[in-house]
């Protein structure tokens, strides 16, 4: 038996450790040249510690949203010996070529696993032009954010650490609002876009991406470190039948960071409990999300918009906003609003309730 201390970690000892698949470590060293500084019997890989430390080098670069074949050339300099590329097909030696100096927007289809190419590689009758690099392990996300691109690498890979700074980071740098528009939802959408067109594919990466998501949110904090204005709690809820929550998640966090009282009831919620909370509660505002047009419920929204509450003579209701594209298509109902997006929410809760303060920045 080979001793690893002596030969450095198998292949599949390090993909464990890294969360990557060892079909990315083998892909990383025949690509850019990725590869471990010595091999066993000059064929098999064996990783040493500065190897390791290169590869997690490359993961973070990658999940930050640089071109895999920039990311190794970083990568490889970091390492104390870098094995020179030889211009033969000798086991063991690389081949590299130049980077293309842009990241094209699309690539073609590949397996979840699979590293974008943007180099040439060394085949039988010398090198071949490689597929196109960019969006992310085949996720279709377009002309977007560069965070989206290293969100959707780290999602692949199922990196939860990586996943986890990235979505702090976009958060800090960029605000909640910036963030949930145009780096969590363009991401979220595209891999539910690929679930859809895959065969069930990449389910898992749809759920464990919308985890950290929902974590990411629910780790903002409210305005003032903790104060909150003294007003009546804002209502959230899905209607009956609908799922969907995250886009309820952002706009609690987002009125949170405002310092505004939320009660975030959650996915599907029946229209008898609905009733029962906004009579017990008095809430300034009702927020009712559909995703489709099949959730839409409006003879729901008219009840609830109708609900009146407080002393007589005095009594108040709700402000009601129907908020998600399945309310779409149909004159508003009286009484309510359907805002456009995130920001147009959260500007409409702030000045129904008279709370100004502006997020942090």
Same mark, same amino acid.
Not at 33 to 51: Q, S
Not at 99 to 116: D, G, H, I, N
Not at 345 to 359: K, M
């Given at each position: 038996?080979?001793?690893?201390?002596?030969?450095?970690?198998?292949?599949?000892?390090?993909?464990?450790?890294?969360?990557?698949?060892?079909?990315?470590?083998?892909?990383?060293?025949?690509?850019?040249?990725?590869?471990?500084?010595?091999?066993?019997?000059?064929?098999?890989?064996?990783?040493?510690?500065?190897?390791?430390?290169?590869?997690?080098?490359?993961?973070?670069?990658?999940?930050?949203?640089?071109?895999?074949?920039?990311?190794?050339?970083?990568?490889?300099?970091?390492?104390?010996?870098?094995?020179?590329?030889?211009?033969?097909?000798?086991?063991?030696?690389?081949?590299?070529?130049?980077?293309?100096?842009?990241?094209?927007?699309?690539?073609?289809?590949?397996?979840?696993?699979?590293?974008?190419?943007?180099?040439?590689?060394?085949?039988?009758?010398?090198?071949?032009?490689?597929?196109?690099?960019?969006?992310?392990?085949?996720?279709?996300?377009?002309?977007?954010?560069?965070?989206?691109?290293?969100?959707?690498?780290?999602?692949?890979? %199922?990196?939860?650490?990586?996943?986890? !700074? *990235?979505?702090?980071? /976009?958060? =800090?740098? +960029? $605000?909640? &609002?910036?963030?949930?528009?145009?780096?969590?939802?363009?991401?979220?959408?595209?891999?539910?876009?690929?679930?859809?067109?895959?065969?069930?594919?990449?389910?898992?990466?749809?759920?464990? %991406?919308?985890?950290?998501?929902?974590? !990411? *949110?629910?780790?903002? /904090?409210? =305005?003032? +470190? $903790?104060? &909150?204005?003294?007003?009546?709690?804002?209502?959230?809820?899905?209607?009956?039948?609908?799922?969907?929550?995250?886009?309820?998640?952002?706009?609690?966090?987002?009125?949170?960071?405002?310092? %505004?009282?939320?009660?975030?009831?959650? !996915?599907?919620?029946?229209?008898?409990?609905?009733?029962?909370?906004?009579?017990?509660?008095?809430?300034?505002?009702?927020?009712?999300?559909?995703?489709?047009?099949?959730?839409?419920?409006?003879?729901?929204?008219?009840?609830?918009?109708?609900?009146?509450?407080?002393?007589?003579?005095?009594?108040?209701?709700?402000?009601?906003?129907?908020?998600?594209?399945?309310?779409?298509?149909?004159?508003?109902?009286?009484?309510?609003?359907?805002?456009?997006?995130?920001?147009?929410?959260?500007?409409?809760?702030?000045?129904?309730?008279?709370?100004?303060?502006?997020?942090?920045?």
């Amino acid at each position: 038996m080979t001793d690893s201390a002596t030969y450095g970690l198998t292949t599949g000892t390090v993909a464990r450790r890294l969360g990557v698949s060892p079909t990315t470590l083998r892909s990383w060293d025949r690509r850019y040249g990725i590869g471990p500084a010595a091999r066993e019997d000059g064929r098999h890989r064996r990783w040493a510690p500065d190897d390791v430390a290169m590869l997690e080098e490359m993961c973070r670069l990658t999940a930050s949203g640089a071109p895999p074949a920039e990311a190794a050339r970083i990568a490889r300099t970091g390492r104390t010996e870098v094995p020179d590329a030889a211009p033969d097909t000798a086991p063991g030696t690389h081949v590299r070529f130049t980077a293309p100096a842009r990241e094209p927007e699309q690539e073609p289809e590949q397996k979840p696993e699979s590293e974008p190419v943007d180099e040439r590689e060394a085949g039988p009758g010398g090198p071949r032009p490689a597929r196109q690099p960019g969006s992310g392990n085949g996720l279709p996300l377009g002309d977007v954010r560069r965070e989206c691109r290293g969100l959707a690498r780290a999602a692949v890979r %199922l990196d939860g650490p990586a996943l986890d !700074a *990235l979505l702090r980071d /976009a958060v =800090a740098d +960029h $605000g909640l &609002v910036t963030a949930w528009e145009e780096v969590m939802a363009p991401t979220l959408h595209a891999v539910g876009r690929k679930w859809e067109s895959s065969g069930d594919r990449y389910v898992e990466v749809e759920h464990l %991406l919308s985890w950290h998501v929902s974590t !990411a *949110l629910r780790q903002v /904090a409210p =305005a003032g +470190h $903790g104060s &909150v204005a003294p007003v009546p709690p804002v209502l959230l809820a899905c209607v009956p039948g609908e799922q969907h929550t995250l886009p309820l998640e952002a706009l609690a966090a987002g009125l949170s960071e405002r310092g %505004l009282p939320t009660r975030m009831f959650g !996915a599907a919620v029946p229209a008898e409990a609905l009733d029962a909370a906004v009579r017990r509660m008095g809430p300034a505002a009702v927020v009712l999300w559909s995703q489709a047009r099949s959730t839409a419920n409006h003879a729901l929204a008219r009840h609830v918009a109708g609900s009146s509450f407080g002393v007589k003579g005095a009594r108040t209701r709700p402000l009601m906003l129907l908020a998600g594209p399945g309310w779409a298509g149909r004159t508003p109902e009286p009484g309510t609003l359907r805002p456009g997006g995130l920001r147009e929410a959260l500007d409409a809760l702030s000045h129904h309730t008279g709370v100004r303060a502006a997020p942090p920045v």
